[in-house]
C-alpha cells in the first residue's frame, strides 16, 4: 500500500514539475515576442517598406511597396494580393519617398 502512494506523489511532482517548465517556457517566449526579439528578416526589422497606398475601391487598394532596393507594385483586393510591377530603381532619399507617397 505504501508503494502505491510513492508512485502516486512522484507521478504528482513529475507533473507538477512538468507543467511548471512548460508556463515558464510560454511566459519567457510571450516576453521575447513582446519585445520583438522573435523578429524574422535582417536585424534591423526595415528591410520591407510600404511607400504608399492608394485605394481604388471599398476594399481594393494599389500598394507601392519596397524590399531592400526593389520597388514593387502590389493590387490587393478581398481575393488577395497581386503582384502588378517591378519598378526601376529605388526611392533612395526621404525626400523621394515623401513624393511617392503624396502622389
Do not use: C
Request: charged share 20%; aromatic share 10%.
Amino acid at each position: 500500500m505504501e508503494h502505491a502512494s510513492d508512485f502516486g506523489f512522484l507521478l504528482w511532482k513529475a507533473g507538477g514539475s512538468l507543467v511548471l517548465v512548460l508556463a515558464v517556457l510560454l511566459i519567457v517566449a510571450f516576453v521575447l515576442k513582446r519585445w520583438g526579439l522573435f523578429n524574422k528578416g535582417s536585424s534591423d526589422g526595415n528591410w520591407i517598406q510600404i511607400l504608399a497606398r492608394k485605394p481604388l475601391g471599398p476594399r481594393h487598394y494599389l500598394l507601392l511597396v519596397q524590399v531592400q532596393e526593389n520597388m514593387f507594385l502590389l493590387g490587393v483586393s478581398p481575393e488577395g494580393i497581386g503582384f502588378l510591377s517591378s519598378l526601376p530603381g529605388a526611392a533612395t532619399s526621404e525626400e523621394e519617398k515623401k513624393k511617392v507617397q503624396e502622389g
